[in-house]
């Protein structure tokens, strides 16, 4: 753990360095931007944001250089002549990877999505170029239960306005009831919209009543926020925040969740596979070879790059429409799990 920790407390810095070498002329360029407000806005969520993505890397390292410093100093031979099986051997290996992964999960699925927010608010105000579409949503449709849809031309989050706003209800297949407007505004005070130029049509049997009017002030189970529909906020829920937001969606009609659903399993995917290159590690590491550390740290660093690899693939493969995400998700997992079983059973002999 205190090998983890170290290579842990390696990494960070030089990922901090790198981004401030790339960030330097944009502090810069705000002058009211003083030091203390970017290293508690920025560099601290930067850091848990980080540390946390660094953590199986860290200890896969970790594992490589402390199981390589037994090997080469004969400890393990020792343990292997007192009759110390390989699966005992890796009790205390398991006890710290089911420690790395506890904090892995605390922290994916509760404490850097409170973090990725703050930072890419910052990020936003600071570093990005804010471009007029970004405020804005066209053709939006959203299906609220069962029985009733809503519809939008365009609405700018800017303005807080919309235009050709429309809301019907379904009784089965038949319309009972549709609501039109050229404009609707949201008023954040009241939670409440404001229809302008609106007309009602409700349908009867046997016959139909319109009304219309000039404005109209009315609340209905939506608000602006569930008009984004942006894979980048996925990052930015907790866990049970992002749960619910998922099976609302899906009950209001919204076709691809994928991308939201890949953030969620991975959230769980990526700290298990630390017991995995836990596995690998160690296999690997176990016994001494001509090049001692140096041959291990090689091999095991082009292995997890290649698990990296393959985690990303299979993180934009996932968030395809009509494809399965959790299963994407976990095929690293699956595919490295075959090959930790293949090493740890090569090992035992």
Known sequence: MVTFLFTLLILIPIAVAIDISQRVDKFLAHSDLSVGQIIDEYYKNFIIYYANTFMPLALFIAVILFTSKLSSNTEIVAMTNARISFTRF?????????LVTAMALAMNHFVVPKSSKERKKFEKEFFNKKRWKDDIVENFSLQLNDSTYMYLKSYSFKSSQGSYFSIENYKG?????????????????????????YKLRKIYEDRDSISSGITLDTTFAFTPKDFLYKSALAQEMPSDELSAFIKISKKRGVKNLNAYLVEFHKRTSLPIASYILTIIAVALAFKKKRGGIGVNLGVGVSIMFVYVFFLKVAEVLGAVAGVNPLLYVWIPNIVFGLLALYLYLNAKK
Do not use: H
Request: aromatic share 12%; charged share 25%.
């Open 90 to 98: 890796l009790y205390p290996y398991m006890i710290g990877a089911t």
């Open 173 to 197: 297949i038949e319309l009972v009831q549709k609501l039109t407007s050229d404009n609707i505004r949201w008023i954040e005070k009241d939670s409440t919209f404001k229809l302008t130029r």
